[in-house]
């Protein structure tokens, strides 16, 4: 057990852009259900203004010693807290700051927070005394094989906050026909997320779906290339739209297209959570948020034979429906995460 009574929780984050701002708030909220005092601190600017957070407003966060001692002078006495660090940039920046709490973890939210040799060098040197957490057992797994010993830390929703809209009303909102069967790929049109993947899946399996659609929700670079390969096809692009994960019920599946850089799958869970079926790559990610409840492709060239299945779903596609809902409010709820956050401060790690 730590030395101190843990009462207080301390998160740092870099900054509250899509998802860290949202996620931050269900770690406060968590916290608070089990009566800790919590401040949430993010280095950057505001881009989202959380009200309930500090901001240290720092423009230039590869400036570590002067951001550390901005996080030091709002800080304060930490010895009564436990300190989650949000990705590598906060971690490395609380180190700096030499404050030492009752109890720190650093959380990984993506592959990759160790990779760097200076990063595992300056790790053994500052940084023992840390527990490291990742999103998913195989960001934890990688982890481990860089510190010896990681725990997962899995991410999670405020089911009650999201505010689903019904699928009629969200279907006007991004004016999809009310009597189309309609997948959805919800996230950025970046190449690593792969969005043209939807589009081949989607020409692969239209001539077998009645009125079938494809929606592109988010925007990015390749929205340009996709709008061109898409002419003639029955595909809409919304471009950018705020809070989307509301919208998530206008569609009659989700299709992830990550590659295996995908450490968890937040569209994944919202979906999920929402009772829409996700069909998703075999990848660790995704896996770890859906579960049995998800429809997965080894290929991305049965990406159109997984669409035609969920659309002749029937019975089997109910129960996984029914099961996601059920698995989101198990696992990836804030009573979840309370839960795990409790075990974390009385733990003796």
Known sequence: MPDSPIVRLLQICPNDE??????????????????LATRTVFL?????????????????????????????AVAGDVSACLVICHRYRAYRIYLDSKLRAAKTVAVAHEFGFFKRWRRRLRRRIVGRGVLFAGVSQAVADELTAAVGHAIVLSNALDLDAVGFLERDAARATL?????SWC????????????????????????????????????DG???????????????????FVAGAARYVKAFDVVLMTSTAREAFGMV????????VPVIAPRHPGPVSVLGDTGYYYDDPKDIGECLVAVARGGAVLQERRAAGVLRAQQSFSITALAARLDSLRYADD
Not at 221 to 239: D, H, I, N, W
């Open 175 to 179: 004016n999809v026909p009310v009597d």
């Open 183 to 218: 997948c959805g790929y919800v996230g950025r049109l970046h190449y690593w997320k792969q969005p043209q993947l939807a589009l081949q899946g989607f020409r692969q399996a239209r001539e077998r779906i009645a009125d079938g659609r494809l929606t592109f929700l988010g």
């Open 268 to 275: 994944a869970l919202e979906a999920m959570a929402a009772g």
């Open 18 to 35: 899509a998802p860290f701002g949202a996620l931050c708030g269900v770690y406060q909220k968590a916290a608070e259900s089990l009566g």
């Open 44 to 72: 950057a600017p505001p881009r989202a203004d959380r009200g309930d957070a500090t901001y240290l407003d720092c423009d230039d966060l590869s400036e570590t010693r002067f951001v550390a001692q901005r996080l030091a």
């Open 221 to 239: 670079e390749m929205r340009s290339a996709l709008e061109q390969q898409a002419a003639g096809l029955p595909v809409s692009f919304t471009g």
